[in-house]
T-cell receptor, first 116, second 113 residues
Framework: ETGVTQTPRHLVMGMTNKKSLKCEQH?????MYWYKQSAKKPLELMFV???????ENNSVPSRFSPECPNSSHLFLHLHTLQPEDSALYLC???????????????FGSGTQLSVL | DAKTTQPPSMDCAEGRAANLPCNHS???????VYWYRQIHSQGPQYIIH???NNETNEMASLIITEDRKSSTLILPHATLRDTAVYYC??????????????FGQGTILTVHP
């Protein structure tokens, strides 16, 4: 148990569906992240939220829409996805302290997404 | 952030020490070396990190060479549950870079009975 919980664990959706991934952290951290892990590819950073403000968007297509309503919750809203978006989507959190780069990321177990 | 090079795979016998090397010859002075691992179907797990001194915690030891161009992660008594992909990551010291870890392909460590 890492203190970061992701739901659902598995998701199958059609290309016309709208779904949301949920992440909750119980660690009191002030930053949250979405990463994507496609088959046989390295993890890719998608979005970063710090103190509920989006501070990073790594050229992610608009069919992925993140939302961070508070410091403990992070959502990834999905709509009109493509089959190539099938991947493991991982949420992570950390405590960011300026001038201290020894931060640790705590990851959830991920949502395995299949787009048909 | 500096690029890292790791062997694609390694084997280790259960109960023996697993020594995982990482080359980061372009590392700069304010960059840390991080190690994470990912067990199948789970998210990555933080193991250890260091700047220039050797570090040890309950999971592993990190040995960084004096010139900081390479490092070794040591699992002192490997168990079957240590079978995973191990990632060596070098990350810069910018205060606003948050958790921007750049994961490579890592080393697949297989621990055999």
């Amino acid at each position: 148990e890492t203190g970061v919980t992701q739901t659902p664990r598995h998701l199958v959706m059609g290309m016309t569906n709208k779904k949301s991934l949920k992440c909750e952290q119980h660690l009191g951290h002030n930053a949250m992240y979405w990463y994507k892990q496609s088959a046989k590819k390295p993890l890719e950073l998608m979005f970063v939220y710090s103190l509920e403000e989006r501070v990073e968007n790594n050229s992610v297509p608009s069919r992925f829409s993140p939302e961070c309503p508070n410091s403990s919750h992070l959502f990834l809203h999905l709509h009109t996805l493509q089959p190539e978006d099938s991947a493991l989507y991982l949420c992570a959190s950390s405590q960011v302290v300026l001038q201290n780069v020894g931060e640790k990321l705590f990851f959830g177990s991920g949502t395995q997404l299949s787009v048909l | 952030d500096a690029k890292t090079t790791q062997p694609p795979s390694m084997d280790c016998a259960e109960g023996r020490a697993a020594n995982l090397p990482c080359n980061h010859s372009t590392i700069s002075g304010n960059e840390y070396v991080y190690w994470y691992r990912q067990i199948h179907s789970q998210g990555p797990q933080y193991i250890i990190h260091g700047l220039k001194n050797n570090e040890t915690n309950e999971m592993a030891s990190l040995i960084i060479t004096e010139d900081r161009k390479s490092s070794t992660l040591i699992l002192p008594h490997a168990t079957l549950r240590d079978t995973a992909v191990y990632y060596c990551i070098v990350r810069g010291g910018k205060a606003t870079s948050y958790g921007k870890l750049t994961f490579g392909q890592g080393t697949i460590l297989t621990v055999h009975p």
